[in-house]
């Protein structure tokens, strides 16, 4: 199994900012995710974040409104730019083990 | 593309009752399935998977799933519920590169 810590586990903030999370994993992993899970929602794969390469982002998800950092096989970083309300959220960093996905705590948003 | 359905949004059973929470999938390939808990306050746990062989899977606490392909589904079992199984529980799909897909969720309320 993969231990994943989120910083920060939440934050309240201003329309109009940005806010950058981090996830860190225990051990090296090719591949991490990032999930946004909205309220009342289920979780929605934002995009993939392959160390060395550029970010792959699902249909709805930007680079510009998400950029997203890989800069070695342990950490990664999601930017939340821009935000208005609708991006009030938890924000999820997950990575594949061998028996399937492990996820962070989570990133809760809120943004007023 | 793929989705998962989980039919039912909120049940609320008494303790020792039995538990079946639905989840049918749509995809044409061969797939990976999944059932993660989220317990109040908590990240997002691996309950038990499948991803060949036996149908019938056993999970961590007691849990079950049986996949039935001829109906693409995936249905989450307990023969006898506890209040401590009070939690979100979410099916989710991986068809390929890892990256799941998942159901809404059920809200699961176990009454003492």
């Known amino acids: 199994s993969a231990v994943i810590s989120q910083k920060p586990s939440r934050d309240i903030c201003q329309r109009g900012t940005s806010l950058t999370i981090q996830c860190q994993v225990d051990?090296?992993?090719?591949?991490m995710f990032w999930y946004r899970q909205q309220p009342g929602q289920s979780l929605t794969l934002i995009a993939t974040?392959?160390?060395?390469?550029?970010?792959?982002?699902e249909s709805g998800f930007v680079i510009d409104k998400f950029p997203i950092s890989r800069p070695n096989l342990t950490f990664s970083t999601l930017t939340v730019s821009n935000m208005s309300p609708e991006d009030s959220s938890i924000y999820l960093c997950?990575?594949?083990?061998?028996?399937?996905?492990?996820f962070g705590q989570g990133t809760r948003l809120t943004v007023v | 593309a793929q989705s998962v359905s989980q039919h039912n949004h909120h049940v609320i059973l008494s303790e020792a009752a039995s538990l079946e929470l639905g989840c049918n999938y749509s995809?044409?390939?061969?797939?990976?399935l999944f059932w993660y808990v989220q317990y109040p306050g908590q990240h997002l746990q691996l309950l038990l998977k499948?991803?060949?062989?036996?149908?019938l899977v056993k999970g961590i606490k007691g849990f079950e799933a049986e996949f039935i392909k001829s109906k693409f589904s995936f249905n989450l079992r307990k023969p006898s519920v506890q209040w401590s199984d009070t939690a979100e529980y979410f099916c989710?799909?991986?068809?390929?590169?890892?990256?799941?897909?998942f159901g809404k969720g059920t809200k699961l309320s176990v009454i003492p």
């Open positions: 499948y991803f060949s062989g036996d149908p």
């Open positions: 974040a392959n160390q060395g390469s550029e970010a792959t982002y």
């Open positions: 997950s990575v594949r083990g061998t028996v399937g996905a492990f």
């Open positions: 989710a799909l991986e068809a390929g590169s890892y990256q799941l897909t």
């Open positions: 051990s090296q992993v090719t591949m």
């Open positions: 995809y044409g390939g061969t797939v990976n």
